[in-house]
């Protein structure tokens, strides 16, 4: 196994980093310390080497405009309706960014922050490690809080991402890795694509894009992955999101299989109890991602499961209570 590290360039005086982790069977893991991002997942082929995730043209374009691709996304993924968090200390304010709701940890979360990094070559799996120290206050969140990342590229062609934070302050916490999968390549689109999902329930949403109403049972509904099903024939079914973007109560670790239509697979084990699956929706060719359409991928955002209304307790980090988040995504055919 091999790690290869280059500069790139520098955002705000800091120094901008690619990692390249590439294991004996040839699977290439390409990581920036921008955002703690997952840029690239390159896997051999009999037609040669095929990225497995939805990519910018460029590495340098990931931070020229927010696009949470493959991004560390925090301190809160998501959405927070009111972005007020009433608490018994005192309410606090958030940053509303789409309508009246707080989203995705604010206009700098940490999918746009610099990482320091370091990397550490082994037998049973090279690993980088990304550290970002979020001071209190900024993007008006309380406490500061201390967030590792660390991706590590196994023989099997397995990539975990396990994320741990602690926090001095009482604070609300619940990142993600965005990645999007895109197992026939860019071009090919997902509709062709089965996705099996062991979760009775999902959560339905609201007006606002809020699931305000708790869990629900997905059967007899397009949300009923148990046995399998193709995105192509469901997400024409989800008329008011123009796709998925719904959150999913999974049943156990390795809840997760996606299959592309050439027979390429990705299974994702997680400690998390939640998956959110996303289908690209708004993408539509043009800013910094212009190469990359509705469809063209799909997140499978493993995080703690979203908050109901003003009930936010399921997300809350207390001081010295330490977050752990650990997920695995494994490539074969």
């Known amino acids: 196994m091999s790690i290869q590290m280059h ?18 069977a040839g699977m290439a893991v390409h990581l920036l ?15 040669g080497p095929l ?11 990931y931070a020229k405009e927010r696009n949470f691709l493959g991004g560390t996304v925090g301190r809160v993924v998501g959405r927070l309706p009111g972005h007020v968090w ?15 709701n707080a989203i995705h940890g604010g ?51 397995t990539l975990t991402f396990a994320l741990h934070a602690v926090t001095d302050e009482e604070t609300l916490y619940n990142p993600t890795n965005h990645v999007y999968f895109a197992l026939d390549g860019l071009t090919a689109g997902i509709d062709d694509a089965t996705l099996t999902l062991a979760a009775d329930h999902y959560a339905p949403l609201d007006d606002h894009h809020l699931p305000s109403s708790g869990w629900a049972p997905v059967a007899g509904t397009p949300f009923d992955f148990r046995s399998g099903a193709k995105l192509g024939d469901r997400m024409p079914q989800v008329l008011d999101e123009q796709g998925f973007d719904h959150p999913f109560l999974i049943k156990k670790a390795q809840a997760v299989l996606l299959t592309g239509k050439t027979g390429r697979k990705m299974a994702l084990t997680t400690t ?14 043009s800013g910094i991602a212009h190469n990359i359409g509705a469809h063209s991928g799909v997140a ?8 109901s209304g003003q009930d936010w307790s399921s997300i ?6 330490p977050y752990d988040l650990e997920t695995s995504w494994r490539f074969f055919e």
């Open 272 to 285: 998390a109890p939640a998956v959110v699956m996303y289908t690209a929706n708004h993408f539509d060719h």
């Open 33 to 47: 310390n921008y955002g703690a991002t997952l840029a690239r997942v390159v896997v051999p082929t009999a037609h």
């Open 300 to 307: 499978l955002e493993a995080q703690i499961a979203p908050p």
């Open 86 to 100: 009433h608490r018994a200390g005192g309410d606090v304010t958030l940053l509303a960014g789409e309508g009246d």
């Open 7 to 24: 500069k790139y360039g520098t955002l705000r005086g800091e120094p901008l980093y690619e990692f390249i982790l590439t294991n004996q």
């Open 107 to 157: 206009p700098e979360g940490s999918d746009t922050q610099v990482f320091t990094a370091r990397y550490q070559e082994s037998e049973t799996g090279d690993q980088v490690t990304f550290t970002l120290l979020d001071p209190a206050g900024h993007n008006c969140f309380p406490g500061n809080v201390k967030t590792t990342v660390t991706y590590t590229l196994h023989a099997n062609n």
């Open 316 to 321: 809350t980090l207390l001081p010295g209570e």
């Open 51 to 61: 990225d497995q995730i939805l990519t910018l043209p460029s590495i340098a374009d």
